[in-house]
């Protein structure tokens, strides 16, 4: 008989993948021409941050579920606005990916992600160059590579903001790391989203005025209240079925699921959107890819392992043990919400951490899991 908890698990777990793989299925069917065509990725990333940004300002001023921390003007100048920035911007050019390439080919080239994160965090001193990172590194951009050379529809255009959203994304997790650890800071997932989400509608506002409101002729626009706001509401159900997830997991446990997740969502789109092609090539090359990002998961898992002291006891060893599924630290699985399926703004801020949680979508450092943190999920957007 299968107990009680772990149904439950194995229950948020489903959740998790159903709603991820829906978020990102949902935003292409919107963006696209041939579909809902409505073909404005800014504006449906502002709709998406004013949404979660309304809901967070309920929770924490109206009904007061969490209370918001200490927020001086220095920290918010310094650390929430840049953040905020480079977030709105890998929103930006993830959700303009879908206007021009397959769901397919934007999971596939998501396996750069770890390439990304690599290289700024070498670039900007939180890491080292180490040769068997690096080698494994060349390995996944090779087979990222040979996997868009197999690509039927490949679109310069598709690729180049698809590839700049995911060093965006890369960039904005090692700042997290390097400013908020100065300064202590931890957020939850609401609070999180309370500080972030205003100030990435404010960044967005900008482009949206120069690019989209021209374009944005109301007799030509589809806008139907409901498509918008059932959209926005997933993203948001996204979050909080990621913090249901790693409460009862782990990230380790829900970073295997995000493989899962992407597998299904390559088969997935290829039968709800016909056009998405994919070829034996593709999937030789992602699937050689993911053994790198699999290969850099088990060096990540080692080096944690072998930060531990052999002097410690049984009972030291066992809680270590279980805090690494817990607390895994950078371990990275092509998800991730972006995740253009960015959808999704679960994450933390830990500034007491050395370590970058590639997993979660808005504001991610750390070991911690989400609930360790009292955190929470985009996509995305």
């Not at 699999?294 to 898992?301: A, C, F, G, L």
Request: hydrophobic residues 50%; neutral net charge.
């Amino acid at each position: 008989m299968i107990s009680k908890p772990l149904l439950m698990t194995y229950l948020y777990l489903l959740i998790y993948i159903v709603l991820s793989s829906g978020v990102i299925l949902y935003n292409k069917w919107v963006l696209s021409p041939k579909y809902f065509n409505f073909p404005f990725p800014i504006t449906l990333t502002m709709i998406h941050m004013g949404f979660s940004g309304a809901v967070a300002f309920f929770l924490v001023r109206v009904l007061k579920v969490v209370s918001p921390v200490k927020m001086t003007f220095e920290i918010y100048a310094t650390c929430v606005i840049p953040i905020s920035a480079f977030f709105a911007s890998s929103l930006w050019f993830g959700n303009t990916a879908y206007l021009h390439i397959s769901v397919a080919f934007i999971q596939m080239l998501k396996a750069l992600m770890p390439v990304a994160t690599f290289c700024m965090a070498v670039l900007c001193g939180t890491d080292k160059l180490r040769c068997d990172v690096f080698l494994n590194m060349v390995l996944v951009s090779i087979e990222v590579v040979v996997s868009s050379y197999g690509e039927i529809h490949f679109n310069v255009i598709g690729t180049v903001y698809q590839v700049t959203g995911i060093f965006a994304e890369a960039l904005r997790l090692v700042l997290t790391q390097v400013l908020l650890q100065k300064k202590g800071l931890t957020l939850n997932p609401i609070t999180s989203l309370y500080y972030i989400a205003p100030c990435s509608f404010l960044f967005l506002f900008v482009p949206w005025y120069l690019l989209e409101q021209p374009e944005m002729e109301v007799s030509q626009i589809q806008f139907n209240f409901w498509i918008f706001f059932s959209n926005a509401l997933c993203a948001l159900a996204l979050n909080f079925s990621i913090f249901l997830v790693i409460g009862r997991t782990g990230a380790v446990t829900i970073r295997v699921a995000g493989v899962l997740k992407d597998w299904i969502l390559i088969a997935l789109s290829t039968v709800v959107f016909p056009e998405s092609t994919i070829t034996g090539l593709n999937i030789v090359g992602y699937a050689i890819a993911l053994c790198g990002v699999v290969m850099y998961n088990y060096i990540k898992v080692k080096d944690v392992r072998a930060s531990q002291a052999p002097s410690d006891g049984i009972a030291e060893r066992m809680a270590k043990d279980w805090k690494l599924e817990k607390k895994s630290s950078d371990i990275y699985v092509p998800n991730s919400d972006n995740d253009n399926d960015r959808g999704s703004i679960a994450g933390s801020l830990s500034g007491s951490d050395s370590k970058v949680d590639e997993e979660a979508p808005l504001i991610p450092p750390s070991r911690l899991s989400h609930v360790g943190r009292t955190q929470l999920g985009s996509h995305a957007v």
